[in-house]
């Protein structure tokens, strides 16, 4: 089953895999292996052509290695599955939004610039993270990783995902996105997780912002473009903001969000760190001997026109 | 039973307590009530005076506010029972613990700054807390609750204390400090959460730190003396440092650990949250209406010599 691997590293951190033949392509041009490629493994995190699929007669499966596949799944070929990096980027995600709703309550930032000046600041009482409200935008398996590390912090976690069901041995209930407008007044932090799609897309807008009580915290580890940026520039000072996605991204130097108050930009980092890598190599290898025996793949996305 | 709050606010916050007669002292100096005072809480986080405790001839118990009795301690009357504020910190605290790590490990200080620059980093790939080796030196109730919060992270936890110990339900077993020389070079995190008495004043010396591997990270959120300052300054680079106390503190601006390379300086924030006063009153509340009826008070500390 010949697999393409986006360089020599991947196919080096790879591994031999039964059944499966190697070969390494970063999708910048056509190549005589896309004749008779099985699977494709585009690039991470770099830009690669998507055009380039449909000169694939043979191929069955995209595996991305990224959790996100907004810009993708519109243009993989009919007949063709994508399935993506689901479970490999949930530790390091979750983390990074740990990360950024701890900076943020207790002051990091503040204290960092305190620091170049040799200051020893007095901030007086800032919010712990203990009993905030908290309410979790989007519920996949990130979400669900966020949720398990929020928890022993002694927070009231709150969970909306596209449609209301019944919950799970950490919340009792998962919410609708419809009843953003009765939960958003109540929580004092909102941390985006969902996926970019067509409803998705500027879901946090003036409205949204809107209805979050003054000092409240807004945390995008999700897509840059599920917020409204100008919005977040209009109400950034009376909510604390912290994104590690922004739209544009990246943000260009002349952007007024680098300099909005009560905002922490991270550079798009929740998924760059050393727990990416085995994490990834397990779920290829695992994926593609499935594959390679005639399985079903996993993880495999489906599109709209599906249903 | 005559009971001195540190001020209007506290004996507001305190309320009615059966058989509790409030009276408000910052103990700055002699008052008449100090004839008939039974029970002294002192102000949390700033000056009083110890030797005042002298003069109070039907003194009983000390409640402090603060879980650190460093400095007091050796000051109480004999006869006089000293408890500390066990329990009301440990989430504040603890989640500082986790505010430093996590911001360390996953670059908020450089994105700050690259912020105020409006420059969209490329950091590269950065440590995750997923699969670190995390060393806790110390285990009382702010350790439990660190490694309560930090176990979901996918940690490799090990945890050390004064006396080695049978583990609890998140440890297997408790080390003693005779085994950090071989726990040490083993270690990508160390958290010290130890209480500041003779034996571990100084023990964050140039041995300890240079046992620890390159690039690891050592954090205090203990009291600043429990590390040595300098040698902190001389590690610094090699390793990355987060400290909440300093040694002086506060840290004078003419002071190198401001500048030193990978460290990270908070201002003596692990406790000052939103969590504090409403785990104090509680505590309190119980604390002040068990000794009331003739309960023994909890959270007494023992001297040396009481063994």
Redesign the interface.
Do not use: C, N, Y
């Given at each position: 089953m010949k697999t393409s691997l986006p360089s020599d590293e991947w196919a080096d951190l790879l591994g031999a895999v039964d059944g499966v033949e190697v070969v390494v392509d970063d999708l910048s041009g056509p190549q005589d292996h896309h004749r008779d490629v099985v699977v494709v493994v585009p690039p991470y995190l770099r830009p690669w052509d998507v055009g380039l699929l449909a000169g694939m007669p043979r191929l069955r499966l995209v595996q991305l290695l990224s959790a996100g596949y907004d810009g993708i799944l519109e243009r993989v070929p009919h007949g063709v599955l994508l399935a993506n990096a689901a479970g490999v980027h949930d530790?390091?995600t979750a983390?990074?939004a740990?990360?950024?709703v701890?900076?943020q309550?207790?002051?990091?930032?503040d204290?960092?610039?305190?620091?170049?000046r040799?200051?020893?600041?007095?901030?007086?009482?800032?919010?712990?993270?203990?009993?905030r409200r908290v309410l979790l935008l989007g519920y996949g398996s990130i979400g669900h990783a966020i949720a398990?590390?929020l928890?022993?912090?002694?927070v009231e976690l709150t969970v909306v995902a596209s449609r209301a069901r019944e919950g799970d041995e950490l919340v009792a209930v998962v919410h609708g996105v419809d009843a953003l407008p009765t939960l958003l007044p109540r929580h004092d932090v909102v941390i985006a997780i969902v996926p970019l799609t067509d409803s998705t897309r500027g879901l946090v807008d003036d409205g949204f912002l809107a209805a979050m009580p003054d000092g409240a915290l807004f945390v995008n580890v999700a897509r840059g473009p599920v917020a409204v940026t100008d919005a977040l520039v209009r109400h950034g000072g009376r909510l604390r903001i912290a994104v590690d996605v922004t739209d544009p991204e990246?943000?260009p130097?002349?952007?007024p969000l680098?300099?909005t108050p009560g905002?922490?930009?991270?550079?798009h980092?929740g998924g760059?760190?050393?727990?990416?890598a085995?994490r990834a190599v397990a779920m290829l290898r695992d994926q593609l001997a499935r594959v390679a025996r005639g399985e079903e793949p996993r993880h495999v996305i489906h599109r709209p026109s599906d249903h």
């Open positions: 530790d390091s983390e990074l740990l990360a950024l701890l900076a309550l207790r002051g990091i930032p204290f960092v610039r305190a620091q170049d040799a200051e020893w600041m007095r901030p007086g009482i800032l919010p712990s993270l203990a009993d398990r590390r928890l022993p912090f002694g990246p943000l130097a002349d952007h680098w300099h905002v922490l930009v991270s550079p980092v760059a760190t050393t727990a990416f085995p």
